[in-house]
């Protein structure tokens, strides 16, 4: 199956990283290389760098950035600081990440991200490390509660991960199907009809395994500090736990003095070192929606470093 991945807000980001023919940008998750190509098509003496932690993704770019002013390296877009060490660059003019998995790691089931179909509990975006089905089949169940209630917000973590517990105990967990048909079993009827049961948890799960929300807040600091003044980081969302990170990210570099409020004068120093591009998150529009639904739940903010 081709990588492809339809890109979300592609005019909207294309326009928010106000693209520098000149300039040196990085999408540091070049999926289908939708946003890259796009970016890359508006350089002349400038160049892209395609970043990605999934080898097939990897590879796709490459085939669709040949002829493009573009480079593409297999690596987690927390890393960016050592793929630009890598390639000899110090400062860029821009940044996207368009968190989250891809349209093709949902659709194709080998990979084992989709209660659709079945497949082996994998998970894993980079195809290396632990996967989905040794969490499941090794964490206690106080550690897979935690998970399904913070990652995927699921209401009926314990009695999910209760019901795992109970199951792993005469067989392995190993199959997407098998681990959302018990996670059906584990919630009342009611709650079975508002969408399929085990989305919550195989979120949960996918941000578990590849340490997503961890990447994020790391990827964004270290993206930050190599931006030029007048540097754009755009990041695209598509739930509150992502979304939130970026927001409260975005804040703390366009956050000035820091001194308690009863001080008769600033003492810390501290100065701003982004603004915001926009002050409100940019969404989809309907068209687009109706076009990819897996847009409904994207959103976009970007900060400009100024310093």
Sequence with gaps: MEFSHKPVLLKETVEILQINPEGIYVDGTAGGAGHSAEI?????????????????AVQTAREKLKGLPAAVLQCNFRD???????????????????????????????????????????MRMSKQGVT????????SVEKLTEIFREYGEERYAFQIARAIDKVRRNEKIETTKRLAEIVGSAMPAAARRDGH?????????????????????????????????????????????EDRIVKQKFAEFCKGCICPSDFPVCICNRTPTGKLVNKKPIQPSRQEIMENMRSRSAKLRAVMKIV
């Design 40 to 56: 890359a098509k508006r350089l002349t003496t400038g160049k892209l760098i395609a970043l990605d932690v999934d080898p097939d």
């Design 132 to 139: 989905a089905a040794d969490l499941v089949n090794n964490l």
């Design 197 to 241: 049961p085990a989305r919550k948890v195989f979120q949960a799960l996918r941000i578990a395994v590849n340490g997503e929300l961890d990447n994020l807040s790391v990827g964004i600091e270290n993206a930050f500090s190599r931006l030029k003044a007048g540097g754009v980081l755009a990041v695209i969302t598509f739930h509150s736990l």
């Design 80 to 122: 960016i600081g050592k793929a630009l060490d890598e390639l000899g660059v110090d400062k860029v003019d821009g940044v996207l990440f368009d968190i989250g998995v891809s349209s093709w790691q949902l659709d194709n089931t080998e990979r084992g991200f989709s209660y659709h179909g079945d497949a082996y509990l994998d």
